[in-house]
């Protein structure tokens, strides 16, 4: 389709310069230039996309780890592990693997409370425009509880629950 008009463009420009011999001439040096510019513009266009998938893909990864083994840690009050991230710009996909959170300070077991062999979010392209998540779907893989009945009739997950509770309204 886009061959076929050109040809029809060059037709009805050989035409025009068959009529007037000098007249477009800086109609079509204007044209040229604006071709010119439009062609180096779509090429900066499509480098600046892979620089940023490039960059997405190399950064969010240490980034999404980092934070998520803080921010877990706080919100938990108990140590988080992270084994590896990956992170697929052109998709939006992340996944995690090896996810891990640890007893409670004191626990006479140091095996983890709570571990996940693989995460995978997959999210939509939505995301972008506005600018907030939308997820498709979330498939979680060899998820692991430990469940520890103390002798006082406690479980060993009572501080979670407690940390996780809403603030009363005052």
């Not at 230039?33 to 997405?56: G, I, Y």
């Not at 083994?69 to 706080?74: T, V």
């Amino acid at each position: 389709v886009g061959s076929k008009f050109r040809q029809q463009r060059e037709r009805q420009e050989a035409v025009r310069n068959s009529e007037a011999p000098h007249s477009h001439l800086p109609r079509l040096e204007a044209r040229r230039r604006f071709d010119e510019m439009r062609v180096a513009l779509s090429r900066s266009t499509d480098k600046l996309v892979l620089l940023v998938w490039a960059a997405a893909s190399l950064a969010v990864p240490p980034l999404v780890r980092w934070q998520a083994e803080q921010r877990l840690a706080a919100l938990l009050g108990r140590p988080v592990g992270i084994g590896r991230v990956d992170f697929a710009p052109w998709t939006l996909a992340l996944t995690i693997e090896k996810l891990q959170i640890g007893a409670a300070a004191g626990a006479e077991r140091r095996e983890p409370q709570f571990s996940v062999e693989r995460v995978h979010v997959d999210a939509d392209l939505r995301s972008l425009m506005r600018l907030a998540p939308v997820i498709e779907s979330i498939d979680i893989e060899g998820p692991r509880v430990r469940l520890v009945r103390l002798a006082d009739g406690r479980y060993d997950i009572d501080d979670l629950l407690a940390r996780l509770q809403p603030a009363a309204p005052t």
